[in-house]
């Protein structure tokens, strides 16, 4: 670019990197949670309109209870349909029926995605930051376009992740546990 100082340019360069770092960050805390999700009920397939959860083997697990502080949701098979299945070695050694948590919450109102959620924020807040000192540094138009080309976008996605970050941290409800 003509007239443009090389340190507009490295900063808008750096600027990009902290973009693409944190979302990054955000894409593998997600792949994380999605992966760890589905080991844990692994060969259970969720039934949602009759609230159950299917065993490789057709049987169902029905909703036991539910820990509303956790957030949490237990099912549970039936255990006489548990002893006598011939793959309960490789599934349960439970002699009560196999149990299996499944989390009530989705993945961005969980308190991992939260966390990562907050890195995310603070290093597109760490990239305005400098945008705007640099922003203030030069006077020259092109330097102030090549700086507003990113500040914009920047701006406009850390005020939505930050408004949406803000608004599911409100809505954390703390309930008693329910059997």
Request: proline fraction near 3%.
């Amino acid at each position: 670019m003509h007239d443009v100082h090389l340190e507009v340019l490295l900063v808008d360069g750096y600027a990009l990197f902290l973009v693409v770092v944190a979302g990054i960050l955000q894409f593998a805390a997600r792949h994380s949670h999605h992966r760890s999700e589905h080991f844990r009920n692994s060969g259970f397939v969720y039934k949602r309109h009759i609230d159950v959860w299917e065993c490789p083997t057709g049987h169902h697990l029905k909703r036991e209870k539910t820990d509303f502080e956790r957030k949490i949701a237990h099912y549970r098979a039936p255990a006489h349909k548990c002893n006598a299945c011939p793959c309960k070695n490789d599934c349960t050694d439970s002699d009560n029926g196999r149990l299996l948590e499944s989390r009530m919450d989705s993945w961005l109102q969980t308190e991992l995605s939260r966390f990562h959620r907050g890195i995310s924020i603070t290093l597109l807040l760490l990239a305005l930051f400098i945008l705007g000192i640099e922003l203030m540094r030069y006077r020259g138009i092109n330097d102030r376009i090549a700086i507003a080309v990113f500040l914009l976008p920047i701006g406009l996605a850390s005020s939505c992740r930050l408004a949406s970050f803000i608004d599911r941290s409100a809505l954390t409800p703390t309930r008693k546990s329910q059997i």
